[in-house]
């Protein structure tokens, strides 16, 4: 797996974790698609879902700027030359084994520029340290996955 692309995801992993709050595949358009980044202390991928609903997330990242003066849960990008959003608030970590197979638009692997990726990685890496001292930010039941994929 590389970081930086982007990937979609076995319905077999949604399966497995049922309940853990996860954004699940659709069958029709095979999405969402999801950015996928390596956290070097544990080892683990990491998942972030892509939204093309742009002016909704839109809405919920300016009211939570306007809130909290930040929005690290939600970060307004483009892929392929179109407005997405890419939702840090329901990202989970993932095995390779659930990888169906990468992105691939123009016979070539699609992936974000240098400094979206940085700012991705950067506030995800951000929201799993906060997490994982027990603040509530994500969706997604990342210490029930989390446990299970460590034990393998």
């Known amino acids: 797996m590389d970081t930086g692309y982007f990937y979609f ?45 742009y002016d909704k997330y839109e809405s919920i990242y300016q009211k939570k700027k306007a809130k909290n003066g930040v929005c690290d849960t939600i970060i307004l990008g483009k892929l392929l030359g179109h407005k997405c959003a890419f939702l840090i608030q329901n990202m989970f970590p993932c095995d390779a084994k659930y990888i169906e197979n990468k992105y691939i ?4 692997p699609v992936k974000v520029d240098g400094v979206l990726q940085k700012e991705i990685e950067t506030k995800a890496k951000k929201i799993l340290v906060l997490s994982r001292i027990g603040k509530k930010i994500l969706f997604t039941d990342i210490n029930k996955i989390e446990s299970f994929l460590s034990k393998k």
């Open 105 to 108: 638009h123009s016979n070539s």
């Open 9 to 53: 995801i076995k319905d077999e992993f949604f399966n497995e974790f049922a309940g853990s709050n996860l954004m699940e595949n659709k069958v029709i358009n095979k999405r969402p698609c999801y950015f996928a980044f390596i956290e070097k202390k544990t080892q683990l991928l990491w998942f972030i879902p892509i939204s093309s609903q």
